[in-house]
Nanobody
């Protein structure tokens, strides 16, 4: 019933930046955490960044210092600012939301870092 819609993916050169956004089709009550995962053909799906209801954040070691997750409570969105992108960041990025009762996943958006 609830859909998560990602936007902002695309093609960018190494060293460039992208900003991903995710919005729910309707209000989700009792959100506990929101996150971004990614998956490339050669890797398992991995957690990139997570933000809790209280605002605490966690990042994968590979993106620390380059990616920033944020939450806009007014717009009910979660964003991922990606700077200093590397070819190894190429993957499908998925939005994730966990409420008190269930988990939601977006359909994914492709991020390609290439010259």
């Amino acid at each position: 019933q609830v859909q998560l819609a990602e936007s902002g993916g695309g093609l960018v050169q190494p060293g460039g930046s992208l900003r991903l956004s995710c919005v729910a089709s309707r209000i989700i009550r009792s959100i506990m955490a929101m996150a971004w995962y990614r998956q490339s053909p050669s890797k398992e799906r991995e957690l990139v960044a997570l933000i809790t209801n209280g605002g605490s954040t966690n990042y994968a070691d590979s993106v620390k210092g380059r990616f920033t997750i944020s939450r806009d409570n007014v717009r009910n969105t979660v964003s991922l600012q990606m700077d200093s992108l590397k070819p190894e960041d190429t993957a499908v990025y998925y939005c994730y939301t966990r409420s008190s009762v269930t988990t939601y996943w977006g359909q994914g958006t492709q991020v390609t870092v290439s010259s």
